[in-house]
């Protein structure tokens, strides 16, 4: 499964450079029994009753759990995705985001985890979506400049920096009273637009192995309530959407 590396944060990482780099699609999955295992952990993101926890939890009793668990029930209940995104009566925005975010980062990095085993620095030598786009990582520290990273350790260090951002209290405050901080929404959307980058790689380079699982549906669903969700809150801007626009149109509309 997914292991993340030592934290290390994350500054100005550029939205995409053109790049004709090819990073080829992961080996098919051969052994059933790895198949269902993967399947099983897959199914786990969607189900809050499983033995394997998020990492990140709202503690019961809080607002943030309340909402969280409305937000849930909506999704059970076979509501529209369109419907279920949208801020309830009388709820804060920026603790309906906050729920979201939180819960987008746990089922995402679920959803790589499943296929983490096939990306490897031999199958996508570089962390690219197809032909057309690359994202490259650069965090002020070890990385200074924007560079080239196989798509493996670029996913290690982006969902590092996405947790430490969202136990900062100073970002993310849990206790009552506590105001957001001004650039909060700023915050969330640099979040998103970087957990879009793991569906890009996912979708272009592994979903042979998603389909091998039986588990195409499941992450179509987390797309589409992902893309819903951003969508009612113009939480990243249309250009870095590109790299899946045709699939988007396609099962979103």
């Known amino acids: 499964m997914f292991v993340k590396p030592v934290q290390s944060p994350l500054r100005n990482t550029p939205p ?4 004709h780099t090819h990073c080829p699609l992961g080996p098919h999955l051969t052994i059933k029994s790895t198949i269902k295992t993967m399947a099983l952990c897959l199914g786990q993101v ?8 998020p990492r990140k939890r709202f503690e019961p009793g809080t ?13 059970k209940s076979g509501l529209d995705l369109r419907k279920v995104v949208q801020l309830p009566d009388g709820e804060n925005i920026n603790d309906w985001i906050a729920v979201h975010v939180v819960d ?19 199958t996508c030598p570089i962390m690219s979506g197809g032909l057309r786009y690359e ?20 996913m290690n260090l982006l969902m590092d920096w996405i ?22 929404q700023q915050v969330c959307k640099k979040i998103l637009s970087r957990l879009f980058r793991v569906f890009v790689h996912v979708y272009i380079h592994h979903f042979d ?45």
């Not at 995409?16 to 790049?19: E, L, N, R, S, W």
């Not at 490259?136 to 350790?153: F, N």
């Not at 045709?246 to 099962?251: D, F, H, L, N, V």
């Open 63 to 75: 607002q943030r759990f309340e909402l969280y668990k409305k937000a849930q029930a909506s999704l």
């Open 163 to 184: 947790e430490t951002n969202i136990n900062n209290e100073d970002i993310f405050p849990t206790r009552v009273g506590v105001p957001f901080p001004k650039n909060f």
């Open 46 to 53: 969607f189900s809050k009753d499983k033995t394997f926890r």
């Open 209 to 253: 192995s998603i389909c091998s699982m039986g588990a195409e549906a499941h992450i179509n669903t987390c797309y589409k309530h992902y893309y819903y969700f951003i969508s009612e809150f113009s939480l990243i801007e249309h250009s870095e959407l590109e790299p899946l626009r045709a699939m988007t149109e396609k099962i979103c509309n």
């Open 104 to 122: 987008f980062f746990n089922r995402i990095n679920l959803i790589y985890g499943t296929v983490s085993e096939f990306c490897t620095e031999r």
């Open 16 to 19: 995409h450079t053109h790049t």
């Open 135 to 154: 994202y490259r990582w650069q965090d002020g520290d070890d990385y200074k400049k924007p560079t080239k990273l196989p798509a493996l350790k670029y």
